[in-house]
């Protein structure tokens, strides 16, 4: 009898826990159910039909695979020039903002040890980050002679390595604007 309420507690502690979970999957269950008999009243399709289907469409994903495996070298090398100017924007914009993110955590990191050297440390990094996003806008609103008659990869190059970090960081999720007028305004900021 003692067992038997110690399970019935238990049980209903379970289920008042994950009642939403439970809900969802069962949820879940009867639609799914209630589509495949509806598939096999309307067409017969049955379990092996499914079967098929999913061994196909498996199939189909690495075809699909292999297209964008096959696909990739061939557009790597024809980037348009906007599109290049672009691709350049995004980096060193993006870049600048996660500099200046990294600096602004450390600060918020150690608030309540704060000294004046840190701020001041700081600070220089901030103007570093600042010095090379304005050296590498430069490049973009105001090519010297010498630049201009580079090759467009050569000037406008990303750093492979830092961009990989950028995206796998999430920064590439930013809705950022890289018109010339953004990074015009921000280069010329004080
Ligand atoms: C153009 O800028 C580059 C830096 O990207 C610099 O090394 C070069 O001396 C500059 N050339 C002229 C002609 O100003």
Known sequence: MDLWQK??????EFFF?????IALYSGVGVAFTAYL???WQMHHYDLMHWKHLTEAFSQDIDCFQLAILLGNPDDGGEMSLPEIKDRYARF????????LDRIHSKISAKRK????QHCARAHANMAKAVALFRKDARKLILPNESEI???IEDIYGVAEDEDRLLRRSGYYK????????????????K
Do not use: C, G, S, W
């Open 17 to 21: 826990e994950n009642y939403p979970y």
């Open 174 to 189: 930013l809705i950022i604007d890289t018109t010339d007028d953004t990074v015009k305004a921000l280069f010329n900021a």
């Open 7 to 12: 399970l019935r507690v238990h049980i209903n």
């Open 149 to 151: 008659l580079m090759p």
């Open 92 to 99: 060193i914009l993006l870049r600048l903002i996660a500099r």
């Open 113 to 116: 040890t704060l000294t004046f």
């Open 37 to 39: 008999h509806y598939q």
